[in-house]
């Protein structure tokens, strides 16, 4: 049973692409060769024309059956092979998709939406002969306002990502629904060709995504409107970029002003004019009305790097070129932690998009797509090969502003989360020695492997060349643990929170491979996250796109060093028992610092981590605790090492459980003693350089740390001595200042 609209007689195989390009279509010739007919008698030249390389002459019969003499129909192939029909019993008229249209407005999956929805599937639907799989191949017009919502018409490994071969939206709406509050939307996908006369919302966390080789026509008169989020705070930069540029008829991928395409989404079903303030550093609010400071409105497009001066001043009246990012403050709607949402409204941008880069220079850049992008992708379009250099160094850097409550430079607080094919890590931390703790703000978001729309970051020139975004790099990526905007949010549920433990691995998508992630407290509470990824086409050497070099130096901070080069990323091909990794450390004064494992990625039971320490000569197990150490305020770019083994650098095992260190602190007139292997301690003695005692004290501790108030001092040399109950002597010269 049912019914045939047409038959087409090859003399050779097609494939599945080029049977689904013409699914949704009848056929015809074009200069010898086949073309589908809806697309060529619009015009319409498509990039990526599946059967344009099939000549006429391989279709040996062509029956439309819109032609009969009596039950004879004709053969359109030119061929002359009359087709005859048997046991013909009636003839309908034409109910087939060529293709999908609308009859009224509704629902996507209502079957009353579409002509002839009685008698056909729903475009972009389930397949009826495999329900694991959809129908990604439909060419859909729409001229009423329509809805998608894709919860439960699609199979689960879609998830919840509808595909499309062709789109015509027409003088319309097409809505994908979603929701900002509770994060939810869904993904549109057009692998072919678009056109949008119409316009197309994209609500809540929903995408539009055209794949490599998708067209947008160029002349789209309709607009796109897509959402994002940033801080609502009054002092706090966003790093942003527009999914959208101006809207004409001429050309796509249009640069723009601020003003052009970005509106004032407090209510997101009516977005509304933001009032650009030419004056002043504060932004406003007035009902759901809000203003925007235009003076913090800036970018940094291939400027040489660490130049401060180079941020070129944008503000409302500037231009910005597709791909670029652009820096912005919140209008003071709410604090550092809330939401302001806004709408870009344009004609989006699609396929490729390049912007110059000079060797050396940095360039603020962002997603250009109302899409997320894949940053592992971007990474690899834009390197010449892996294992060498690239027009970009392979890492991106995310900024996040986590505090300050000033428009002062010297006050901000914040910091460049850091991303490459090893992984990503957070911003310095501005808190406290427990990494729980924040006081002054914490960063706490990591970047992901997916770029959300709007997100802007930086690249920095490795050859002078080009920066390439295209189709390729889209997915359809919800915000999340693996796409994370990078504006501060605590209640965010894509937060990494420091703290030793194991992170299991549950779904088909994860990373793998090996990573330990490890946490500098500092002295004066700075905290620095550094990553070790152990990955086959990594080394200990630089390696492109592995190896993410520290962008900015906090007061205090920690780093690999690669060749006499500071990293907060490390790739490595293994990990041996003698494998010596070492690290960089400075402060700007003394006190103890800590460092500690923050997490430990498909890591095997029982692997060993040691710091060990040059100057004290001594190996940490830092599976057991943190390492606690005293450091003179200073750079020390040779004295501490993350070890396999602790006997790799000659020290022997005994010395790893008798370390005990000892110092003065100045800033609170007192011996500190540390001692991790809890040594027990029979007494302290201090010694000015005449070798007079001027402080001792009967202990019988075996403390791993204890303080001992000796104040009223000179400045100068002393020294301290420890005497243990087994007899053993500790000597240490330390340097006294007068506070």
Same mark, same amino acid.
């Given at each position: ?56 002459? &391989? ?12 039950? =004879? ?69 729409? /001229? ?35 929701? =900002? ?19 197309? &919302? ?19 008169? #309709? ?28 050309? =796509? ?68 070129? @597709? ?6 403050? $919140?209008?003071?709607? #709410? ?36 899409? @997320? ?62 990494? &729980? ?77 090996? *990573? ?40 205090? &901070? ?5 060749? $006499? ?5 490390? #790739? ?11 690290? $960089? ?19 095997? @039971? ?15 197990? !830092? ?26 650098? $000659? ?6 459980? %008798? ?6 602190? =100045? ?14 301690? *029979? ?22 740390? /204890? ?7 000179? %400045? ?13 002597? !500790? ?9």
């Amino acid at each position: 049973h049912g019914n045939i609209d047409e038959v087409r007689v090859w003399d050779s195989a097609l494939t599945a692409d080029q049977l689904r390009f013409i699914m949704n279509q009848e056929i015809e010739e074009n200069s010898t060769f086949v073309a589908g007919k809806y697309f060529q008698d619009r015009t319409i030249s498509v990039t990526k024309n599946d059967v344009a390389s099939i000549p006429w002459t &391989d279709l040996e019969g062509y029956y439309p059956m819109s032609t009969y003499t009596y039950t =004879n129909t004709k053969d359109e192939s030119g061929n002359g092979r009359q087709g005859a029909l048997k046991n013909l019993k009636t003839v309908d008229r034409q109910s087939a998709p060529l293709p999908y249209e609308t009859t009224q407005a509704g629902d996507w999956d209502d079957p009353t939406t579409w002509l002839n929805g009685d008698v056909q599937a729903i475009p972009g639907t389930t397949s009826l002969v495999d329900n694991t799989k959809s129908v990604d191949w439909n060419i859909v017009r729409t /001229a009423h306002d329509i809805t998608i919502n894709n919860d439960s018409d699609l199979p689960a490994g879609n998830n919840s990502n509808r595909s499309v071969l062709a789109l015509f939206v027409d003088s319309n709406e097409l809505t994908v629904d979603g929701d =900002n509050t509770t994060g939810t939307g869904f993904g549109l996908s057009v692998t072919h060709y678009l056109n949008l006369d119409g316009n197309i &919302d994209l609500n809540g966390e929903s995408q539009l995504i055209q794949t490599t080789g998708s067209d947008l026509e160029v002349t789209s008169s #309709g607009l796109l409107e897509k959402d994002q989020q940033g801080t609502a705070d009054l002092y706090t930069y966003n790093y942003l970029s527009s999914p959208v540029g101006v809207s004409n008829i001429t050309s =796509n991928n249009n640069s723009y002003t601020l003003p052009d395409v970005m509106r004032n989404g407090t209510l997101p079903a009516s977005p509304n004019n933001i009032t650009f303030l030419t004056s002043g550093y504060d932004g406003s609010v007035s009902g759901t009305n809000i203003s925007i400071a235009d003076y913090w409105i800036w970018k940094f497009a291939n400027q040489p790097d660490d130049d401060y001066t180079a941020w070129q001043h944008v503000r409302s009246t500037g231009t910005l070129l @597709a791909g670029e990012g652009y820096t912005m403050k $919140g209008p003071g709607s #709410g604090g550092i932690s809330d939401d302001q949402n806004y709408a870009f409204l344009g004609k989006p941008n699609n396929a490729d998009i390049t912007l110059n880069i000079t060797a050396g220079n940095d360039y603020l850049v962002g997603n250009p797509y109302p899409s @997320a992008i894949d940053a592992e992708q971007f990474i690899l379009d834009n390197g010449s090969q892996i294992a060498g250099s690239g027009a970009t160094t392979g890492t991106l850097y995310f900024w996040e502003h986590w505090g300050g409550g000033s428009h002062n430079l010297s006050e901000y607080l914040g910091g460049y989360g850091t991303y490459n094919l090893s992984g990503g890590t957070p911003s310095a931390t501005l808190g406290t020695n427990d990494p &729980d703790v924040g006081t002054g703000g914490t960063p706490l978001k990591t970047p992901g492997r997916y770029i959300p729309v709007g997100q802007g970051f930086f690249v920095i020139g490795e050859s002078t060349g080009t920066i390439n975004f295209n189709n390729g790099q889209r997915v359809f990526q919800k915000e999340g643990a693996n796409s994370v905007f990078m504006e501060a949010n605590p209640n965010g549920n894509e937060t990494f929170v420091p703290g030793r433990s194991v992170t299991p691995i549950d779904n088909s998508d994860a990373d793998t491979r090996m *990573k330990i992630r490890l946490g500098f407290n500092s002295a004066n509470t700075l905290r620095r996250q550094l990553l070790l990824t152990v990955d086959e086409n990594a080394s200990l050497n630089i390696d492109w796109g592995y190896d993410g070099a520290l962008y900015e130096s906090q007061i205090d &901070d920690l780093y690999w060093m690669i060749e $006499g080069e500071k990293y907060t990323i490390q #790739g490595t091909n293994e990990i041996l028992t003698e494998t010596v990794l070492p690290l $960089g450390v400075h402060t700007a004064s003394e006190g103890m610092n800590v460092i500690t494992i923050d997490n430990l990625e498909n890591v095997p @039971a029982n692997f060993e981590i040691y710091v060990y320490d040059k100057e004290l000569e001594i190996y940490h197990d !830092l599976q057991d605790s943190d390492y606690e150490f005293y450091m003179p305020g200073g750079e020390y770019l040779e004295r501490l090492f993350i070890v396999f083994n602790p006997e790799v650098l $000659g020290i022997d095992d005994n010395e790893l459980t %008798t370390a005990l260190n000892i110092h003065y602190l =100045n800033e609170i007139e007192s011996i500190v003693l540390v001692n991790p292997a809890n040594k027990t301690i *029979k007494s302290i003695e201090m010694f000015n350089v005449l070798g007079q005692s001027i402080y001792s004290i009967d202990v019988e501790t075996n403390s791993d740390y /204890a303080e001992y108030k000796v104040s009223n001092l000179s %400045t100068g040399t002393y020294i301290l001595q420890i005497k243990t109950v087994n007899g053993d002597t !500790l000597p240490k010269k330390v340097w006294v200042e007068k506070m």
